[in-house]
């Protein structure tokens, strides 16, 4: 796990620097392609598979909010 984060962080920063898309690294670095195929690549790049759980980690985090309220008010 270590070793995946250290790699996407080493890609995301040579995207910015070089000003590439960081799907586009992804797809031509060996280490990468190793474990996904270029159509798992572009799979895990669309916003819509990642997005999705923002709606409920936004309910998560209002309802705990609204819990420590209710737990205030008592």
Known sequence: ?????NLIRELSLKSFSEGKHLKEL???D????????AEEIE??????????KA???????????E???RSERS
Do not use: F, Q, W
């Open 26 to 28: 992804l797809k031509s």
């Open 30 to 37: 060996e280490r990468v392609r190793k474990y996904l195929s």
């Open 1 to 5: 796990r270590r070793r995946a984060y």
């Open 67 to 69: 819990e420590v309220i």
């Open 43 to 52: 799979e895990l790049m669309k916003p819509e598979n990642y997005l999705g």
């Open 55 to 65: 709606r409920d980690l936004i309910r998560r985090v209002v309802s705990r909010y």
